[in-house]
């Protein structure tokens, strides 16, 4: 299996290690035409409004949508989240999200960097002991389509939630070094397929 994980900017290379350490062929995509032979594309956090000029500049905004049609799983994390939503909340001027998934975000949710956190979560097809999220100028989920199934909460706000082959979290599993939830995203979101 060979997954994906956009490298324009932000936490990319975290990604990248945690699928190495699964065994999985990881590619730093940086143009549209490097996720040929990809089963599935994580876009990382970062900062969302630099990711989606760049995504544009790179021909990714078009082509997104179109790859997801052909079979392309995809996991947004924090700012990927962002990214694929379908309706930003609070948003930047200019911004839009690429539409992607059914769920409307909220940037900057909790408030500012130094306003960052880390707690224990659970999160469903995840077992053991709980989820340590890192929760970093994070945005939360403030609703959902009716397609689409809330993997985890946090004090009541959505912060993962999964829509067949889409996938959104708004925290950093990166961060951790506990790779269950992306071998959740490997084994039933990719898997699914």
Sequence with gaps: ??????????????????????????????KPEQLEGCAGLILPGGESTTIAKLADTYGFTGALAG?????????????????????IVDAAPGQSPLGIMDI????????????????????????????RGVFIRAPW?????????????????????????????TFHPELTGDPRIHRYFLEEVVGAR
């Design 141 to 169: 989920i403030e609703s959902v389509g009716e397609g689409v199934d809330v993997l985890c909460e946090h004090e009541g706000v959505i912060v993962s939630a999964r829509q067949g082959d889409l996938m959104a979290t």
């Design 1 to 30: 299996m060979r997954i994906g994980v956009l490298a324009l900017q932000g936490a990319f290379r975290e990604h990248i290690l945690m699928l190495e350490s699964l065994g999985v062929g990881a590619v730093a995509v940086r």
């Design 104 to 131: 409307a975000v909220r940037r900057n949710a909790y408030g500012r960097q130094i306003d960052s956190f880390e707690s224990d979560l659970e999160h469903r097809g995840v077992d053991g002991a709980p989820f």
């Design 67 to 87: 790859l997801h049609d052909e079979g392309l799983a995809i996991w947004g994390t924090c700012a990927g989240a962002i990214l694929i939503s379908r309706e």
